[in-house]
């Protein structure tokens, strides 16, 4: 049964930095493209940082990029999200998602696995 654990979460003052974790079981990294998503009170689940399984190419939200880096170690079947320069509007349940096939899911409907999520709070 595939399950995805995320953590790392907490709460950080603005321009703060967090490292999120996702340990995924039962799943293989390199047949399986990893999101991070999330959904902020009263808003809708979005994208935010997307790896591929077959050649771990990755893609950003525009709302993040050059401040939150995807990476993987498929060694120890874990995703991460360094997230730097955080704003208050990063504020969020992030999720860690998983979906099966080499193409790289950038939207919520398109992940079929999920894990629990963990709370982002960006707050002075």
């Known amino acids: 049964q595939v399950r995805l654990v995320e953590s790392g979460g907490g709460l950080v003052q603005p321009g703060g930095s967090l490292n999120l974790s996702c340990v995924a079981s039962?799943?293989?990294?390199?047949?399986?493209?990893i999101g991070w998503l999330r959904q902020a009170p009263g808003k809708e689940r979005e994208g935010v940082s997307f790896i591929s399984g077959s050649d771990g190419r990755t893609s950003y939200a525009n709302s993040v990029k050059n401040r939150f880096t995807v990476s993987r170690n498929k060694g120890e079947n874990t995703v991460y999200l360094q997230m730097n320069g955080l704003k208050p509007e990063d504020t969020a349940i992030y999720f860690c998602a998983a979906q099966p096939g080499t193409w790289l899911p950038t939207s919520a409907r398109q992940y079929d696995y999920w894990g629990l999520g963990t709370q982002v709070t960006v707050s002075s």
């Open positions: 039962e799943i293989i990294l390199d047949y399986h493209a």
